[in-house]
């Protein structure tokens, strides 16, 4: 019997970015892949660099709203979703785009799960 000590050592250990692309249409890939760009963008953001952050932001939303149509019910997808649009809208205003990080901020509004 095969056990986890008994197993070999795997070569190649798939992260949520490579599942992602190479399974498209399977949701929790896309979310794992938009949480990645997230915490990613985050980091990027508060080291200055908003044009990085905003690219990873913004692909993650985009992957994310088609998720929403889907599975409306999916009560994670949407609060993903959301917590992408209020750092997205963070990283616009520290770019200096007022008018679109709040644009970007109510858009973001109507998928946060209240706590």
Not at 24 to 45: E, R
Not at 63 to 88: D, F, V, W
Request: hydrophobic residues 40%; proline residues 5%.
């Amino acid at each position: 019997m095969m056990n986890c000590q008994t197993l070999p050592a795997m070569s190649y250990r798939p992260k949520p970015l490579a599942l992602a692309g190479q399974f498209p249409k399977i949701g929790s890939y896309l979310v794992w892949k938009a949480i990645v760009q997230d915490a990613l963008a985050k980091m990027l953001a508060d080291r200055g660099r908003t044009k990085e952050a905003r690219d990873l932001l913004e692909s993650a939303v985009a992957a994310l709203k088609p998720l929403t149509q889907s599975e409306p019910k999916a009560a994670y997808i949407h609060g993903m979703l959301g917590r992408c649009y209020q750092n997205l809208s963070d990283v616009l205003r520290q770019m200096g785009e007022e008018e679109q990080a709040e644009e970007v901020l109510r858009r973001g509004r109507k998928h946060r799960i209240e706590q």
